[in-house]
């Protein structure tokens, strides 16, 4: 029996990943004729993940690391018309529309009916309390959980913080690495709704999760009958 479906926001619920992707590009543009665009990207895709740790997840980290990729390529030359494409990049994420994927409403609205409903989302707080809220989606959510790494230990606390029970626990999200595979673990179920594109440090290997067994979904709209068939199993 099912209880609570959580849902990741980030490529679950709306596009995200295609507006980092669009940045990395703005921001190889502002030094293409300084550098390799191959090594700027290299260049901030490292230095992004180095400061996941310091920073955690997030545009606002993820502007930091920009800047400090910026000073890195530039060798301390980067001229203020530089970091002013920086950080109008960083507000231009910040502000980007929040495009709900295709059949997510339609989707939950079936589903809140019969189940609670809640996001378990990465990133910044103030970010993601606005993305929820400017989605048009935040009625249907009993609790909104942003949490600062996705490993079973920080899944096993949000469960404990509302009470709720894994063997009636069911995650959906777009990442194996975060959504699936920590969740299974504390002995919850979770499916996994691939987006178009996967963020580089969310791929895991496929021999990672060979013995793991969850299901696959081509469309958010196969969710119902899914968690209906867990249901009454
Ligand atoms: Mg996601």
Redesign the pocket.
């Known amino acids: 029996m099912i209880h609570t479906i959580a849902f ?5 619920l709306w596009h ?1 990943e295609i507006i980092f992707t669009d940045t990395h590009e703005r921001f190889r543009a502002l030094f293409d004729e300084q550098c390799d665009p191959e090594r700027v990207a290299k260049e901030l895709y490292a230095t992004e993940i180095r400061n996941l740790e310091i920073f955690g997840y997030g545009i606002k980290g993820f502007g930091l690391s920009m800047i400090e990729t910026a000073i890195e390529l530039s060798e301390g030359k980067v001229t203020g018309a530089q970091l002013q494409g920086i950080l109008d990049g960083v507000k231009a994420m910040l502000a980007a529309p929040v495009n709900v994927l295709e059949g997510v409403t339609e989707t939950l609205k079936e589903l809140s009916g019969d189940f609670e409903l809640m996001v378990i989302t990465k990133g910044d707080l103030f970010d993601q309390e606005t993305k929820i809220a400017r989605s048009g989606l935040g009625d249907l959510f009993r609790h909104v959980e942003v949490v600062s790494e996705k490993s079973p230990a920080h899944y096993r606390t949000a469960l404990h913080k509302y009470n709720l029970d894994p063997a009636r626990f069911l995650m959906v ?3 194996i690495k ?2 699936v595979l920590p969740v299974i673990e504390l002995g919850a179920r979770a499916v996994h709704v691939p ?1 178009q594109t996967t963020w580089q440090h969310e791929v895991v290997a496929e021999e990672e999760y060979a013995d793991v067994r969850f299901e696959t979904l081509r469309s958010i709209r196969e969710l119902p009958a899914l968690v209906w068939s867990l249901h009454t199993a």
């Open positions: 990741d926001a980030d490529d679950t995200n999200g777009n990442s975060s959504d987006y």
